[in-house]
């Protein structure tokens, strides 16, 4: 059994930045894949991004490929969310997640078996 906590979270500027952290109870987090996912107000959960048991490879959705960067530091049994140039739109409960078995990260969130309690964004002018 794995815990995962999210902390980071609260409200942000339009065009600002967040960073969430996501940490584990157990080190066996560091064999396999995390990832994120989001879900906003009425609208069903969405994938944003994860990386690699190796930390090397990192898949992203189209939502923030080029704002939002995953990563890790095993050290810590953490896993980091950094969200840049944020807009109303990316307000939602930001969840980590990480899979039974793979250590590479994908986008269906049926292959992933733990789960945090989720840290809320609220991007606002």
Request: net charge positive; proline share 4%.
């Amino acid at each position: 059994q794995v815990e995962l906590v999210e902390s980071g979270g609260g409200a942000v500027p339009v065009g600002g930045f967040a960073r969430l952290s996501c940490t584990a109870s157990a080190r066996t987090f560091n064999d396999h894949a995390a990832s994120w996912f989001r879900q906003a107000p009425g609208k069903a959960r969405e994938f944003v991004g994860g990386i690699s048991a190796s930390g090397e490879y990192k898949n992203y959705a189209s939502l923030g490929r080029s704002r939002f960067t995953v990563s890790r530091e095993k050290a810590k049994n953490t896993v980091y969310l950094q969200l840049t140039d944020l807009t109303p739109e990316d307000t939602a409960v930001y969840y980590c997640a990480a899979p039974i078995e793979e250590v590479y990260p994908v986008s269906d969130s049926s292959r992933y078996r733990y789960w945090g309690r989720g840290t809320q964004v609220t991007v606002s002018s």
